[in-house]
């Protein structure tokens, strides 16, 4: 089962993220439904501000629907949430919890994301059971209140080439630039605020596959 969810990060595919605090006024749930229609299948529930019983209460709403779309749910940082709502797995950044605590805690059918910035960092997820890696920030980036320095293709190009699980690129990627990020190995690509902060998000995520779609493993097919 884990395996098959994971064949949407293996091939050009776009990774979508909740950002309310730039939704344009719009709430999560209402977003992320857009999102679902327009043909996503890749959520993370992402929400740092709201109380352990907003999220509670939002990420049943959000795993209700991605179970609509067969779509997948990742809940950020929150293990116990994950398995609260029966979400698909976890994302954890460097700063959470280690790699085997979170298996041991989820099991083997929950997928374990992991944000890295460095190739040490890569290896280390990698040897310790990562799921897959969310590389970046790509380019820089205002999603966040401290933002780590944007790492550059480089890193992508080499970790796509050597690490076996799939490679998610994040960071300041938008329509303009994804060329140039598929072209450097990218394949499952992920984006905050160039979708969530779209007024027409249909619209947005049609352009956004129409560049995915031209690409095969890194390399433009047309």
């Known amino acids: 089962m884990k395996d098959k969810k994971l064949a949407y990060f293996k091939n050009p595919n776009l990774y979508c993220i909740t950002a ?19 043909g ?11 109380s352990l019983r907003e999220k509670y209460e939002e990420a049943l709403i959000l795993r209700k629907l991605t ?31 280690p790699i085997p605590i979170a298996r041991s805690f989820l099991g083997e059918d929950y997928i374990i994301g992991v944000t890295v910035h460095n190739i040490e960092q890569i290896i280390k997820a990698y040897k310790e059971g990562a799921d897959y890696l969310g590389l970046g920030p790509i380019f820089e980036s205002y999603t966040k209140e401290n933002p780590h320095p944007p790492i550059g293709l480089e ?28 072209k450097n190995g990218g394949k499952c690509v992920a984006m ?10 249909k619209e947005k995520i049609k352009k956004i596959f129409k560049i995915l779609e031209g690409y095969s493993y890194g390399k433009n097919d047309t």
Do not use: F
Request: proline share 2%; hydrophobic share 40%.
């Open 192 to 201: 905050v605020s160039e979708i969530v902060s779209s007024e027409n998000i």
């Open 20 to 38: 309310e605090n730039i939704s344009l006024g719009r709430k999560n749930v209402e977003v992320v439904k857009m999102i679902l229609d327009a």
């Open 67 to 97: 179970y609509e779309y067969d779509a997948i749910l990742i809940i950020n940082d929150h293990l116990d949430l994950c398995k609260m709502v029966e979400g698909d797995g976890v994302h954890l950044g460097q700063d959470d919890y």
């Open 40 to 50: 996503v299948r890749i959520i993370q529930y992402r929400e740092k501000k709201k």
């Open 155 to 182: 890193i992508l190009n080499w970790a796509t080439s050597h690490i076996k699980i799939p490679i998610v690129a994040i960071g300041g990627i938008k329509e303009s630039n994804l060329p140039l990020v598929l």
